[in-house]
């Protein structure tokens, strides 16, 4: 990693909620887990701006002792005020310049979000080169055709591309979140890095289909891409000895509309709501499922997939999300996002060795998705930033109507 001018380089990270913003669902979890990574490696130091947002009305705000707060990995992140809507606030703005400026690069993780357009404009008026990760809404955009506000997300899009800084760098986490991403971004360099899994040392104790009932498990943030409107209608149609799960929340107007479908279904006695799980509840959840299913719409990584592989679950996705290693490592299934290959797939895995599957699932996450990996891989997408500066002319620029890239 290159020396910057005052020792190691000083990475500012701003995103619009942290930690322990988990409302927000997996996004919060891989972002502080980058940041961890990135804190203890040693190679840089790392400080994070962001706001006290912990959902869509002003007053879910996080709960922390103290601000900043000083995070166990060697980290401050600095808490905001939210004043408005999703992360509006004033504070943030003031507090911005100071920080920047002391930064030798900037690492934005934000999309349709208020930090956003001040952050790129600001780093390209100071010449700071931006590493941007997207987390999936520039790839939701494009492949999800019922994205909500879509031609005003595409606007966005082309207002940052004028807005930011030429050394900017798109970071994603599939190949596939990068072909979908750039549409609006030309000339931007990008580089992919999928996120960590962390791989407990050794999976729950489990007892594969108890009483002979094949436990299904739904965890993510309940939300329409999701997919679980799918798989409740798949439910229906599979043997009583089905049931499913559901850990996560959502929207109440969205969590009323899965209890009708529900009710209407008939499945209300096969399917348990149990709302968001952490830690400890986490584990369990994992330990008490035979197969973990994401039908998702659209998913630039999914988080969940790879924790219940490490748990050792076998995991059935679709082709939405950038999971075709299922097939190759025989740890589940990756299907169309279609109500008749869901079913066809769990009734495959029915008479499978979940247990030898899990275990193949687990292996394939601890050889490849280490955090030590991860890490290394962004403090290199740092240095080259760091070196393409050192080498030119970093004065600050003006506005001159758009960005362009030569990488």
């Known amino acids: 990693m290159s020396d910057a001018a005052a020792g190691i380089p000083r990475i500012l990270h701003v995103a619009p909620a942290y930690f322990p913003a988990i409302v927000y669902g997996g996004p919060t979890f891989s972002t502080m887990a980058m940041c961890d990574g990135l804190a203890a490696s040693g190679a840089v130091d790392v400080t994070v701006l962001t706001t006290d947002s912990n959902g869509p009305k002003v007053a879910e705000r996080v709960d922390v002792d103290g601000n900043p707060v000083r995070f166990a990995a060697g980290y401050d992140v600095r808490y905001c005020r939210r004043i408005a809507l999703g992360s509006v606030s004033v504070e943030f703005l003031r507090r911005l310049p ?65 807005l930011r800084p030429r050394d900017t760098v798109l970071s994603v986490t599939a190949a596939e979140e990068a072909e979908l991403s750039v549409s609006n971004l030309p000339g931007i360099r990008t580089t992919v890095i999928p996120n960590s899994i962390d791989v407990p040392e050794a999976p729950p104790v489990r007892d594969w289909r108890p009483g002979g009932r094949l436990r299904l498990m739904f965890l993510s943030r309940l939300h329409p891409v999701k997919g679980l409107d799918l798989l409740l209608t798949v439910l229906a149609r599979l043997p009583e000895i089905v049931t499913l799960d559901v850990y996560g929340s959502g929207a109440p107007e969205y969590e009323a509309d899965l209890a009708r479908q529900v009710a209407e279904l008939g499945v209300g006695g096969r399917v348990a ?30 988080l969940v997939v790879g924790e219940a592989l490490a748990h050792g679950v076998p995991v059935i996705t679709t082709t939405e999300a950038p999971w075709n290693g299922l097939e190759d490592h025989d740890c589940g299934r990756w299907i169309a996002p279609k109500t008749d290959a869901l079913e066809a797939a769990i009734l495959t895995l029915q008479d499978a060795d979940l247990a030898e599957m899990g275990a193949r699932g687990r292996a394939w996450m601890a050889r490849d998705f280490s955090s030590a990996g991860t890490t290394r891989a962004l403090l290199a997408v740092y240095d080259d930033l760091l070196a393409r500066r050192s080498s030119a002319d970093a004065r600050p620029v003006t506005i001159d109507g758009g960005a362009s890239d030569d990488g």
């Open 98 to 162: 100071g920080q920047m400026r002391r930064a030798d690069i900037v690492h934005l993780t934000s999309t349709y979000n208020f930090p956003t357009l001040p952050t790129l404009l600001l780093a390209r008026i100071m010449g700071k080169p931006v590493v941007w990760s997207p987390r999936g809404a520039l790839q939701a955009t494009q492949q999800w055709q019922d994205a909500p506000r879509r031609s005003v997300k595409v606007a966005f899009e082309r207002l940052c591309q004028r």
């Open 273 to 302: 709501f149990h709302g968001h799980v952490a830690g400890a509840a986490k584990t369990k959840a994992f330990a008490e499922a035979d197969i973990m299913c994401l039908p998702t719409h659209c998913e630039n990584f999914g």
